[in-house]
């Protein structure tokens, strides 16, 4: 398996723009994560889907900040307006089963910077 | 509520060096705790888990040991090498739920 698919590595937007981020999990695996991580706050969690629907989206900034999964093979992470402060790595991970034992496997990550 | 504190770096060793770095935690109930490497350029990756006190997780020549009595995952190598360097998380997860929490990231240097 090529492992979870994040698209694309590097982007480069303006203030106010839409930015979309998207992610393929591994086949098979039920549990997709969205992080975002940065020097001031680490890694956080935004929101977690099982089945392709959101479970917990606690973690999302502010309602700029949207995800969805419209199948088991492809999710997005839109951010819209955009803002300087978005500007971060954002880290998709998949898991097989969500439970306290699970491994996740995270992509390669998408560094996204506002200007 | 539960969160990871780890040591901060960078640590800078030679290669062959003893390598610890502290984490500790606070959780409610029995979490499962994990180390993650990241290399530069890349996500995540699982080093070693355990999923109960006294567990010892270990791969790669890197170990942690369950410490529940004194809620900490020391992550420890006898002689670390240049490819090590990289970035090393401390994580838990806690029983019944799906949420990982992971620490601040510890950045390693191991000079030739």
């Known amino acids: 398996d090529a492992g979870v698919i994040q698209s694309p590595r590097h982007e480069v937007t303006e203030m106010g723009q839409e930015v979309t981020l998207r992610c393929k999990p591994i086949s098979g695996h039920d549990y997709l994560f969205w992080y975002r991580q940065t020097m001031m706050r680490g890694l956080e969690l935004l929101i977690y889907f099982n089945n392709n629907v959101p479970i917990d989206d606690s973690g999302m900034p502010e309602d700029r900040f949207s995800a969805k999964m419209p199948n088991a093979s492809f999710s997005t992470l839109k951010i819209q307006p955009s803002e300087p402060r978005d500007s971060a790595v954002y880290f998709c991970?998949?898991?097989?089963?969500?439970?306290?034992?699970?491994?996740?496997?995270f992509g390669q990550g998408t560094r996204l910077t506002v200007v | 509520g539960n969160s990871v504190t780890q040591m901060e770096g960078p640590v800078t060793l030679s290669e062959e060096a003893f390598l610890t770095i502290n984490c500790t935690y606070t959780a409610t109930g029995y979490p499962s705790l994990f180390w993650y490497v990241q290399y530069p350029g890349e996500g995540l990756q699982l080093l070693l888990k355990?999923?109960?006190?006294?567990d010892k997780g270990s791969n790669k020549g890197f170990e942690a040991t369950y410490r529940k009595e004194t809620t900490s995952f020391h992550l420890e190598k006898g002689s670390v090498q240049v490819s090590d360097s990289a970035v090393y998380f401390c994580a838990l997860t806690n029983t019944g739920g799906f949420k990982t929490i992971f620490g601040a990231g510890t950045r390693l240097f191991v000079k030739a």
């Open positions: 355990a999923t109960k006190a006294d």
């Open positions: 991970a998949s898991s097989l089963g969500g439970g306290a034992y699970t491994e996740a496997f």
